[in-house]
């Protein structure tokens, strides 16, 4: 099916372990982002990617590293998971939201539980 | 940079009752502004938005927001609320054209 997909939709780990969190979208959007969702803080950027081989430092990136090998897959991997990692994790992507036809696209959501 | 302030975090509304829900944004530059919508266990989806030209824009579920440049405001209201509506609301803001900016979340309940 079209559309953007994340896994795993849940996942426990341990501090300490690497984690990897998926994304892929089948539109060929050029941008994608990985925002974290936490209460009272809203959606933060964690990082972006413009293109293929083009990434870059959102808001909040310490702890966390990213890859664009391909444009459809935009995997964020948590180096040493930490407690303060728990949260859910957002994949997003989009063509140019500036284009009315265009808005940003967002998965349902990776719920991360470090213990 | 640009930042993002949803005034209230809560806001319980009986069914049928008008709902607002206020954004305020800072940037020295020129903005583009989103509300996006929230439903329990799935992603975001965009509510409506403002590029340019008419401050005032609407969604197709009944729902408006107007661009008030001199107090940096894009406020969310809707006249008549559902059951429906409960959810998560987000304001957000972008000076680059794909990067945005989220505010903290509006939760709205709505009762019968």
């Known amino acids: 099916d079209a559309g953007i997909t994340q896994s795993p939709r849940y996942k426990i780990t341990e501090t300490g372990r690497q984690v990897t969190l998926m994304c892929h979208q089948t539109?060929?959007?050029?941008?994608m982002f990985w925002y974290r969702q936490d209460l009272g803080h809203g959606l933060r950027l964690i990082y972006y990617s413009a293109a293929a081989d083009i990434t870059d430092k959102g808001e909040v990136p310490d702890g966390y590293v990213v890859s664009r090998s391909k444009t459809e897959n935009f995997p964020l991997t948590l180096e040493s998971a930490t407690r303060s990692q728990t949260s859910v994790y957002f994949c997003?992507?989009?063509?140019?939201?500036?284009?009315?036809?265009?808005?940003?696209?967002f998965g349902n959501g990776t719920r991360l539980t470090v213990t | 940079a640009q930042s993002v302030t949803q005034l209230d975090s809560q806001v319980p509304v009986f069914e049928e009752a008008p709902v607002e829900l206020r954004c305020n944004y800072s940037s020295s530059v020129s903005v583009y502004l989103f509300w996006y919508v929230q439903y329990p266990n799935q992603g975001l989806q965009l509510l409506l938005k403002?590029?340019?030209?008419?401050?005032l824009v609407e969604s197709i579920n009944g729902f408006e927001a107007e661009f008030n440049k001199s107090q940096t405001s894009f406020h969310l209201r809707k006249p008549s609320v559902h059951i429906s509506d409960t959810a998560e609301y987000f304001c957000a803001v972008s000076t680059t054209g794909y990067k945005l900016s989220f505010g903290a979340g509006t939760t709205v309940t709505v009762r019968a």
């Open positions: 539109w060929s959007h050029s941008y």
């Open positions: 403002y590029l340019s030209g008419s401050t």
């Open positions: 997003a992507s989009s063509v140019d939201i500036t284009d009315y036809n265009s808005p940003l696209h």
